[in-house]
Nanobody
């Protein structure tokens, strides 16, 4: 079992930046891809970004490419999401996720989720 805890959400204006953090605990010895999905009420969960255990491969959703950067620090069991040039359509609850299979995480088919952190982009 893996437990995930996010932090760093908040209210920002369009064009500003925000950094989300997620720390994993529990069975962290396994090589998990870690990343982020987001959800707006009434809509399906959307893949945002993820990075493989060794940091060798990063994946991004089309709507965030060029603006968001995912990174991780395995010494801290942490994954981060740097969000730049935020737009109102980025407003959502952001969830940290982990999975041994990258494609499962990207499809939202993972058993390991954080509790979510709200990001609101508004002027």
């Amino acid at each position: 079992q893996v437990q995930l805890a996010e932090s760093g959400g908040g209210l920002v204006q369009p064009g500003e930046s925000l950094r989300l953090s997620c720390v994993a605990s529990g069975n962290t010895r396994r090589a998990y891809t870690m990343g982020w999905l987001r959800q707006v009420p009434g809509q399906q969960r959307e893949f945002v970004a993820a990075q493989t255990w060794d940091g060798g491969v990063s994946y991004y959703g089309d709507s965030v490419k060029g603006r968001f950067t995912v990174s991780r620090d395995n010494s801290k069991n942490a994954v981060y999401l740097q969000m730049n040039n935020l737009k109102s359509e980025d407003t959502a609850v952001y969830y940290c996720a982990a999975d041994a299979v990258s494609q499962d995480l990207r499809n939202g088919r993972t058993n390991y989720w954080g509790q979510g952190t709200q990001v609101t982009v508004s002027s």
